[in-house]
């Protein structure tokens, strides 16, 4: 028995359970068999793990929503098949909606029962199988596939697993390339929440008057061209998470209505009259200094602090430069894959240059270093000479790979090194931003904020 899946079935109709623990037994599952669901409760909480239970939703005491309930307080690992008589399928499809994984009705077809019930083993057993391989990739990379093994990456793995079982809001803060998003996808994935849907929205790169369609849906005949009704990503994301990514460009009118949904957990599409309940994470994340907006005027505090519930930053790779080498052998290995070279390895020269240059764009820049080496590099080895010429040329090391004594005069600050890399880069792209963008691995805000700072700094002159 202990190497069969074991199934509860709750029910306090003795003819109802019993026929239904005698089929669930033909098709080689283990079966305890429960009149009340406070005595399930108590057999879980000091006997052997169940798979599933198999629950009626209507009993006297507490009844199979009630069990639904108390199994999600407990965070217990147990998948709930809830049987309701006909007239109470709204009741069960509420449950779903709660986080019951599927339903019968009443009279049970008991096979049916069996087919549903191997079903949702199966998929129990893909979670585990997922599970496993996750714990494998965590010890290679460092957390969900996340590469990392620097203390601050570490720090920051040991805070995502602390905050991903909980409910509260996530505000993730980092440089511009630093991997926003595949952190909170990472938060998600440990999350309770990692079934159901992880959907991403770029609140600075869609039109304001186009961002809330996407957030709230509309109705048909909301607006000139909303010829039918479409449901937003608040709505989509239901029992999943929601990351919205460059929050601070969401402008005034949003910033109060997301707020409200906060607060509230309903929204109206647009057009609408309804009031609908949504259940969501919010994950979100910029690459600006908040309290200074919110200082200068241009976020709301209130908006702030129901953000900030938890705060993840994420290290600029400067911070960590032990990490640069696996991120490239990674990055190498995947675009010589990608691009059906064959595998390449990478100089000690090249190790070097990597490991000293800045790095303004971050891990997207890096990301975007390693495809061009396998584009250009027609040997095994990537050398030097087959990186980009800012990377070469804002480093101290020589192109052949040895190192040389560093150039004398006044040590310079990562931020001096920065402003060098970019406004040398920006040269070279006769002043194209986009193009310097581009090589640098940032986003064009962030270029056109940086390039502000250095006019008002004194570095550049005006144009």
């Known amino acids: 028995m202990a190497d069969k899946p074991l199934i509860l079935v709750i029910d306090d109709e003795t003819g109802s359970r019993e026929s239904m623990a005698i089929a669930l037994e033909k098709a080689g599952l283990a079966v305890r068999t429960f ?32 069990f639904l309930h108390e199994v999600q307080e407990r965070k217990l690992d147990l998948a709930i098949m809830l049987v309701t008589a006909y007239g109470s399928i709204e009741s069960a499809v509420e449950a779903m909606r709660v986080g019951a994984d599927d339903y019968l009705t009443k009279p049970v077809d008991l096979y049916e029962l069996r087919k549903r019930v191997m079903n949702l083993i199966e998929k129990e057993q893909l979670k585990e199988e997922v599970s496993s391989l996750r714990e494998q990739l965590d010890k290679r990379y460092g957390f969900e596939s996340i590469i990392g093994h620097s203390a601050p990456m570490e720090r920051l793995f040991e805070q995502m697993r602390m905050v991903a079982p909980t409910r509260s809001s996530v505000l993730i803060i980092g440089e511009s390339g630093t991997g926003k998003e595949l952190v ?39 607006f000139t061209g909303a010829v039918t009704r479409k449901i937003g990503k ?32 309903q929204i109206m599409r647009v057009g609408g009259g309804e009031l609908i309940p949504v259940d969501f994470r919010l994950i979100a994340a910029t690459n600006r200094d908040l309290e200074k907006e919110v200082a200068e005027g241009r976020f709301r505090e209130d908006l702030y602090y129901r953000l900030k519930v938890v705060t993840l930053r994420i290290p600029p790779l400067r911070e960590r430069p032990g990490d640069i080498q696996p991120l490239a052998e990674h990055f190498l290995a995947l675009f010589c894959q990608e691009h059906g070279k064959a595998p390449k390895r990478l100089s000690e020269g090249t190790l070097e240059l990597l ?14 270093v390693m495809e ?23 480093s101290t090391i020589s192109t052949t790979g040895s190192a040389v004594q560093p150039v004398a005069g006044e040590p310079r600050t990562m931020a001096d090194i920065e402003r060098q890399a970019i406004l040398e880069t920006l040269a070279r792209t006769d002043g194209h931003r986009a193009k310097a963008a581009d090589i640098l691995g940032i986003g064009l805000r962030t270029l056109q904020r940086k390039l502000k700072e250095y006019k008002d700094e004194g570095y550049i002159q005006e144009d």
């Not at 798979?51 to 939703?57: E, F, G, I, T, Y």
């Not at 989509?236 to 906060?262: A, T």
């Not at 490991?355 to 975007?368: A, H, I, K």
Request: with cysteine; hydrophobic share 40%.
């Open 234 to 265: 608040f709505e989509l994301s239901h029992r999943g998470s929601l990351f919205l990514d460059e929050i601070s460009e969401l402008y005034p009118e949003l910033q109060v209505k997301l707020l409200r949904v906060l607060e509230e957990r």
């Open 184 to 222: 909170a996808n990472a938060v998600h994935r440990a999350s309770p929440r990692r079934n159901e849907r992880f959907l991403a929205i770029n609140c600075g790169a869609i039109p304001s008057d186009i961002l809330e369609s996407e957030l709230f849906g509309h109705e048909r005949g909301a």
């Open 355 to 368: 490991s000293r240059y800045p790095w303004p764009g971050n891990v997207r820049q890096l990301r975007n």
């Open 372 to 394: 061009s080496a396998v584009v250009f590099s027609l040997a095994e080895e990537v050398t030097p000479a087959d990186l980009p010429i800012e990377v070469r040329e804002s």
């Open 35 to 66: 009149d009340d669901a406070k005595k399930a409760l108590e057999f879980l909480d000091e006997n052997e793990h169940a798979r599933l239970a198999v629950c009626d939703l209507r009993m006297p005491g507490m009844d199979g929503l009630a």
